[in-house]
């Protein structure tokens, strides 16, 4: 997905945003969790999210969703991550 796409998705699903995000290479987001759905676009480099539903790597062009609530840790990868995030009301 291409950053185009990715503002037009977060329209069509009522998210805001997009707001950037940015990690140092290796730097580690301890475990956390957010009140609103989020979602991101991983621009460029890389970063590996752990969490209850399974751990998962993002390079370029990936998405990754967490639902409201979902407790994570978010590693960046050796070059570092920039991604835009979007965000919601938690959908019932």
């Known amino acids: 997905m291409n950053e185009k796409e990715f503002v037009e998705m977060l329209r069509a699903e009522g998210f805001e945003g997009?707001?950037?995000?940015?990690?140092e290479p290796n730097e580690i987001d301890p475990e956390h969790s957010h009140k609103e759905d989020t979602v991101g676009l991983v621009v460029e480099g890389s970063i590996t999210i752990e969490k209850p539903s399974g751990n998962v790597t993002c390079n370029a062009g990936d998405t990754v969703y967490y639902p409201a609530d979902e407790r994570h840790t978010e590693k960046a990868g050796p070059n570092g991550v920039k991604a835009l995030v979007g965000w919601r009301e938690p959908v019932e």
């Open 18 to 23: 997009p707001e950037n995000f940015l990690m």
